[in-house]
């Protein structure tokens, strides 16, 4: 869209509209958005047709052995919109675009053969696997950024700019306070996409919860992402600023608009299930986002509830084998609040507020500084 119909800004004015990134990002919503709800009613016919149902753990809550059977890798079709309509209103030549595409897509291909796995063998690939595969995309896709974004400009003041190499990272509570990783960058930035990807899969637990919670993370990194592509705001907010980062809000766009198209059908009760392959998918994309536009540590904030969900199983299996003791009725975090007698929607509701008080307070450090 944008070279096809920018370039016929001559002839009219009109098109004009289409250099403008606030302009692509309603248009790549919009889109995904539409092609995600037609895409989910042909999905959950297709899968319930070809009988690919959910299975409920047998020590899971009372109330979700009713779930039994629902359609699941549903995230097949989030990706295919995600992607149709960013190919679509994206800068196609920008390398930093295809960078994160590609690598969203690597993870919802590792999502997408757990999910075969488990219905045609009975069993998923083992956590091993999907782990060394996960570092091995998530490593590949660190040095891409690596040799292909040298470094990143940010003011120290209202008439000085800085250079910093890209392994450099910015503490975003603080004014001018950058430290440089080095070669120590690396693991610690896989460290961060692979968590935000397992943290999004541990989090898909609940009718809408995930789903719900990437849309306002999305929404968040499309602030940033804007901002970071913008010389004059980067330089007066005292953010990086990575050339074509602005690009990246109209991708992120795309992923909030097809994650509603989902949620259309993954509410309470859910229709559909989006399975490893959309959960994995939607976890890296938001990890890669946060990477490339310098601030994974926000990651922590804008993906709090994420991290919260998966800190909770690494707490509750370290006590059972060190003490036999479960510190949490059951685990990830929302299964525990169920069992405490919260009904399944309350829990939705209540971590969604809690999403968007963190993305609050993640916008806020534009300011803090």
Known sequence: MFYLLYLLNDDSILFNVFRYITFRSFGAGVTAFLISLVLGGVFIGFLTRRQFGENIRDDGPETHKSKAGTPTMGGAFIVVAIMFSALLWTNITSEVVW??????????????LDDWL???????????????????????????LMADIDGFKMSLS?????????????????KKAVINLGWLYLPFAVLAVVGASNGVNLTD???????????????????FAYL??????SKYLQIPYIPEAGELAVFLAAVGGACLGCLWYNSHPAQIFRGDV?????????????LTIKQEILL??????????????ILQVASFKLTRKRIFRMAPLHHHFELSGWSESKVVIRFWIICLVLALFALSTLKLR
């Open 278 to 290: 959309g959960s994995l998918a939607l976890g890296a994309a938001i990890g890669a986002v946060a």
């Open 300 to 313: 922590i904030v804008v993906g709090g509830l994420f991290a919260a969900e998966a800190m909770s199983v």
């Open 99 to 112: 960078a994160v595409i590609l690598f969203t897509l690597s993870y919802a291909l590792i999502g997408f």
């Open 228 to 233: 970071a592509g913008n010389a004059e705001f």
């Open 205 to 223: 637990g609940l009718d809408g919860l995930a789903i719900g919670a990437i849309v306002v993370a999305a929404g968040t990194y499309i602030v």
């Open 158 to 174: 209202a008439d000085k700019v800085a250079d910093y190499p890209f392994t450099s990272v910015m503490l975003p509570f603080f």
């Open 118 to 144: 488990k219905f045609t063998r009975k069993r998923g690939m083992r956590a091993r696997e999907k782990f060394i595969l996960q570092i091995f995309f998530a490593f590949l896709f660190v040095l891409v």
